[in-house]
């Protein structure tokens, strides 16, 4: 099992930054694979940037160019750079960790901490 602790949301004017961390507990050494993803009112929850235990990094084309996902390993700590924000990445914005073990792979989320940009 893992638990993920989110901090670093907040309200921020269209144009700013947010860095939003995310730090794992538990059974890290099961990581796969740790992410960010999103859901504003009304829509599906989507993925925003991952990163790969093997360092590779992915993310969705409406946050590249302005957001970067990174981690510290010595903390597993996840870590999502948001510059130059838009009204419309306002969401509550998901840590979640991919997880394998013994042949099984299992997701775990984060309560969610909201971002909200003002334009």
């Known amino acids: 099992q893992v638990q993920l602790v989110e901090s670093g949301g907040g309200l921020v004017q269209a144009g700013g930054s947010l860095r939003l961390s995310c730090a794992a507990s538990?059974?890290?050494?099961?990581?796969?694979?740790m992410g960010w993803y999103r859901q504003a009112p009304g829509k599906q929850r989507e993925l925003v940037a991952v990163?790969?235990?093997?360092?590779?990094?992915n993310y969705v084309d409406s946050v590249k160019g302005r957001f970067t996902i990174s981690r510290d390993n010595a903390k597993n700590t996840v870590y999502l750079q948001m510059n130059m924000l838009k009204p419309e990445d306002t969401a509550v914005y998901y840590c979640?960790?991919?997880?394998?073990?013994?042949?099984?792979?299992?997701?775990?989320w984060g309560q969610g901490t909201q971002v909200t940009v003002s334009s």
């Open positions: 990163i790969w235990r093997g360092g590779n990094t």
């Open positions: 538990g059974s890290t050494f099961s990581i796969n694979a």
């Open positions: 979640n960790t991919q997880t394998y073990y013994r042949g099984q792979y299992a997701d775990y």
